[in-house]
């Protein structure tokens, strides 16, 4: 079964410091796709990142970038130089390739705090 | 504003009454998704649409809960009878046949409900 693990409950960064949240899955399925979400109180999910099972190149999207190790079957988020407004929770999630539609199977998430 | 919009945003109810809630994906999207996410945890997968066709259904969506999009646009979820567990926000997601990249889906920002 398809599950994504998310094993910190909360993250604290200063302003302007890297962060990296971690991202594990488990799949059998030999094409997926692995999301990041942003959070923020209001509610809505906000795209951040995507890295497809067959790309060789690890994803970048401005300061955020996917550390994709295949084998070890991670995906974890680096912000670079934190700003306060990334203050968020945030959620890994997987694609199931079922039928060619975008089914996500979402982590607990981590909820982010930049401090200045 | 050209976004998935819901409403309404906040819904408080008694318990045993019935709820509903809209979904008006982006305009050009044939796909709906409808999500729930209690507090603390990461969304969970209810149902989807691919137009007004109903394609999968999560074993999450008991027989107090329906989904409609009967003309293909914009999609109800209504929950008959509601339970204390029902409290959570609902999420709408819309996308695209175009691809399955990571920018193809697009939530709304939810709507919250509390049972009391």
């Known amino acids: 079964a398809q599950k994504i693990t998310q094993t910190q409950p909360g993250m604290f960064v200063q302003e302007k410091e890297a962060v990296t949240l971690d991202c594990t899955y488990d799949t059998s399925d030999p094409s997926y796709g692995l999301f990041w979400y942003k959070q923020p109180s209001s509610g809505e999910m906000i795209f951040l990142i995507y890295q497809g099972s067959y790309d060789q190149q690890n994803a970048t999207e401005g300061r955020y970038s996917l550390n994709f190790q295949k084998a070890r079957k991670s995906a974890n988020l680096v912000i670079s130089a934190s700003q306060l407004g990334d203050s968020a929770m945030y959620f890994c999630?997987?694609?199931?390739?079922?039928?060619?539609?975008?089914?996500?199977?979402f982590g607990a998430g981590t909820r982010l705090a930049v401090h200045p | 504003d050209t976004g998935v919009s819901q409403n309404p945003r906040h819904k408080i109810t008694k318990r045993g009454q019935n709820v509903t809630f809209r979904c008006d994906p982006i305009?050009?999207?044939?796909?709906l998704y409808w999500y729930r996410q209690t507090l603390g945890q990461g969304p969970e997968f209810l149902t989807y649409f691919q137009n007004e066709a109903q394609l999968e259904k999560s074993r999450l969506l008991s027989d107090r809960f329906s989904a409609e999009r009967p003309k293909g646009s914009f999609s109800t979820l209504e929950i008959q009878r509601t339970e204390q567990g029902d409290s959570a926000m609902y999420l709408c997601?819309?996308?695209?046949?175009?691809?399955?990249?990571?920018?193809?889906?697009?939530f709304g920002e939810g709507s919250w409900l509390t049972v009391v």
């Open positions: 999630a997987m694609r199931r390739p079922s039928g060619g539609y975008n089914k996500l199977i």
């Open positions: 305009s050009e999207h044939n796909r």
């Open positions: 997601a819309s996308s695209t046949e175009q691809g399955l990249g990571g920018n193809t889906i697009y």
